[in-house]
């Protein structure tokens, strides 16, 4: 015990010497308004030096072949002007019970996160990796169900922010949530979660977007096991495109109207040239009905040239999310769904049934277009499914009647 306090004393005053350091870098660098930090491993926790130049230096560079050590959280917010050219690793210790009495707090879905990064004009490339070691996480995760699981990167009230260039593996749960962002653009991002033992690399979802305008995300591949792209309340003027995804839950726009007395909204998002593979979903529409839930509006979404390659439901909507029939009878959702474009959509489902377009009763889906669909299913059947709506579009008629409920 006592060896590891002094131990970790001496990891400590080596911290606060290269951050000293950083701060002096950073000072000369002030003079010629140049300021460029380049980071060394500490051997201990390097989230204080990685901090402290964020705080001073306008390019900070974790070179080629450096791993930074973080083993406590980064409060990354407020800043501008900010790059961060990460060339080798940084790798997020997984200190189960310091992460989840420690990692940022997020309220929306009971979240927390490692790295909270915002502000004015942030970049943050260089060809690097960021390592979420969610081995560990999934391992206990399998035994404690209610496991908070920190996401690796949330982008917190980021203006005008670029992500490019970036492997990210093994995140704990997502891996990326904007949160409160504007002009955001995550470019060949390169993502992948894969367990060594038995246990599912749960909640891995490639990004998250909430209460945030204008994203694009492009040029990227993904290989997790949850929604590789998810459009949560109050995503505005998205573009998502040239994506390979595998193994995912699909592009989601929600699920949306869960929480009582809120209304959300999705809007003008254009999901183009996705090639989805071994994934549960294509392109897919959720929002709750039911008692005591909360309302929405989901307008001008277009799910554009998506190839796919084993997915269960290439095409969805699903307008009663987790509601039982009845109950959606009863209390119709009051997300309210228009103009919606499945445009192009082609490959192989893994079953029969390769579209389900299900709203609510009452005339809650309007506007709703299905275009060149050229999706065969397995074994030689292919069904399409569809209940309370009126399509449009020249792949309607591959529907037949909708029922109503
Ligand atoms: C992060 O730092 C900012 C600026 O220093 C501060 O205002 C904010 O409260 C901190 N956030 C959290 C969650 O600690
Ligand atoms: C399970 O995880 C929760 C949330 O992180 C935590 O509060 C609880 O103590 C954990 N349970 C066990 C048995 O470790
Ligand atoms: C994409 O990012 C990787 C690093 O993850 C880099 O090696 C590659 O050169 C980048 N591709 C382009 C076209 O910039
Ligand atoms: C794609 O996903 C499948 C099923 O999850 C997995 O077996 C395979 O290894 C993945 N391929 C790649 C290239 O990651
Ligand atoms: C979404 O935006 C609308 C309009 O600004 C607002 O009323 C609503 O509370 C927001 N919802 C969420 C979940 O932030
Ligand atoms: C959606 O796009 C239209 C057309 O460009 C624009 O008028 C509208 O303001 C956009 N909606 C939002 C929420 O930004
Ligand atoms: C629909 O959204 C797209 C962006 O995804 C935008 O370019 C277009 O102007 C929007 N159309 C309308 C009618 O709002
Ligand atoms: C349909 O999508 C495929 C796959 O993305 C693409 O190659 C093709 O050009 C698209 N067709 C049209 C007419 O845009």
Redesign the pocket.
């Known amino acids: 015990m006592r060896g590891v306090s002094l131990l970790s004393k001496f990891f400590s005053l080596l911290a606060l010497l290269t951050v000293s350091e950083a701060s002096a870098v950073a000072k000369r660098g002030a003079q010629t308004s140049e300021a460029s930090c380049t980071l060394k491993a500490s051997g201990g926790d390097d989230a204080p030096q990685f901090l402290a130049a964020a705080a001073s230096c306008s390019t900070v560079t974790i070179p080629v072949g450096t791993t930074l050590n973080i083993e406590t959280r980064l409060n990354m917010t407020g800043l501008s002007n900010l790059n961060i050219n990460l060339q080798g690793t940084i790798r997020f210790d997984p200190n189960i019970p310091y992460w989840t009495g420690n990692g940022f707090f997020i309220p929306f879905q009971t979240q927390i996160t490692f790295w909270l990064l915002g502000g004015k004009n942030i970049v943050l490339s260089g ?3 960021l390592d979420g070691a969610g081995q560990a996480w999934y391992d206990a995760f399998a035994s404690n169900s209610s496991l908070l699981r920190p996401i690796i990167l949330t982008l917190n009230q980021a203006n005008n922010a670029v992500v ?4 990210m593996i093994n995140s704990p749960e997502w891996f990326n949530l904007v949160n409160e962002c504007n002009d955001v653009t995550f470019n ?3 993502i992948n979660a894969v367990s060594t033992s038995k246990n599912f690399i749960s909640n891995t979802d490639g990004w998250d977007i909430y209460r945030s305008d204008s994203v694009t995300i492009k ?1 990227s591949v993904i290989n997790n096991g949850d929604d590789c792209v998810s459009f949560k309340p109050n995503s505005t003027n998205i573009l998502v495109s040239n994506l390979n995804c595998n193994g995912s839950h699909g592009i989601s726009v929600g699920s949306l109207g869960q929480f009582s007395g809120v209304f959300d909204i999705v809007q003008n998002v254009t999901a183009i040239g996705i090639q989805m593979s071994n994934a549960e979903n294509g392109a897919r529409i959720k929002a709750f009905a039911g008692d005591n839930v909360g309302s929405g509006h989901v307008q001008n979404v277009t799910f554009q040239n998506f190839v796919v390659n084993n997915v269960d439901s290439p095409v969805v909507i699903d307008q009663c999310y987790e509601t039982a029939a009845s109950a959606c009878e009863e209390f119709p959702s009051n997300v309210v769904i228009e103009d919606i474009f499945f445009n192009n959509i082609s490959g192989t489902g893994s079953g029969s049934e390769v579209a389900s377009l299900d709203c609510s009763p009452d005339g809650r889906c309007s506007g709703i277009n299905v275009n060149n669909l050229n999706l065969k299913g397995a074994g030689g059947k292919t069904t399409f499914d569809c209940q309370n709506v009126v399509l449009a579009g020249n792949s309607a008629s591959l529907f037949g009647t909708c029922s109503t409920t």
């Open positions: 060809g690097g990796t490019e260039n970036i492997r060949n991002i390169t040029n």
